[in-house]
T-cell receptor, first 123, second 107 residues
């Protein structure tokens, strides 16, 4: 059974960089059958896709976040990571990591999720 | 930019049929996927590729897509179905899009 687990600081200061890692067990991230993604959910609000990546480093990001987001993978540790720069209070959210199915044209979905981690941006 | 529109809330009595819609131009060319999120938990996939149920999804949940509108139907909604429901699709540049979510109340 594939398990994903987010880890990282739960509190980040405004203007600094949010860094999270997703540990994957029960399967390898070194596959082209899947991508690895991050989704966030501000308190009381809906889901927002941040970005997805292949283990090779090929990434795609939400347009409005592209200038502040970086994603990377560590195949030796079977993890992938998110960095969100210059955070503000609007970036306070529960951050989920997830496995995304391969998109061969008509769409893709997230078929396995971590439990989520709350990150609060403080001033 | 593409958006997916869902009603903020739907309310039904137990045993009734609940219908949640998701509309957007992207749906004319892309599949839709549905998630159920119980408060405080990670979303769970309910429906994929418009109408397919993954193992574990009760048969009372069904999905469809026609033109730019997708529909999630719960035939005989139960109290335990109270949750937030999100649709997911993609735009032409493979950006993933979530609908804003629909809160289902069953009482």
């Amino acid at each position: 059974q594939l398990l994903l687990q987010e880890s990282g600081p739960g509190l980040v200061k405004s203007s600094e960089t949010l860094s999270l890692t997703c540990g994957v067990s029960g399967g390898s991230i070194t596959t082209f059958d899947f991508q690895w993604g991050w989704i966030r959910q501000p308190p009381g609000k809906g889901l927002e896709w941040i970005g997805s990546m292949f283990h090779t480093g090929t990434t795609s990001f939400k347009s409005s976040l592209r200038s502040r987001v970086r994603m990377s993978a560590d195949t030796s540790r079977n993890t992938f990571s998110l960095r969100l720069m210059s955070v503000t209070a609007n970036d306070t959210a529960v951050y989920f990591c997830a496995r995304q199915t391969y998109d061969w044209g008509p769409g893709a979905y997230f078929d396995a999720w971590g439990q989520g981690i709350l990150v609060i941006v403080s001033s | 930019s593409y958006e997916l529109t869902q009603p903020p809330s739907v309310s039904v009595s137990p045993g009734q049929t609940a219908t949640i819609t998701c509309s957007g131009d992207a749906l004319a060319r892309k599949y839709v996927f549905w998630y159920q999120q119980v408060s405080g938990q990670a979303p769970v996939l309910l429906i994929y590729v418009d109408s397919r149920r993954p193992p574990g999804t009760p048969y009372r949940f069904s999905g469809s897509r026609s033109g730019t509108v997708a529909t999630l139907t719960i035939d005989g909604a139960q109290v335990e179905d109270e949750a937030d429901y999100y649709c997911l699709s993609s735009d032409s540049s493979a950006q993933r899009l979530f609908g804003a979510g629909t809160k289902l109340t069953v009482l």
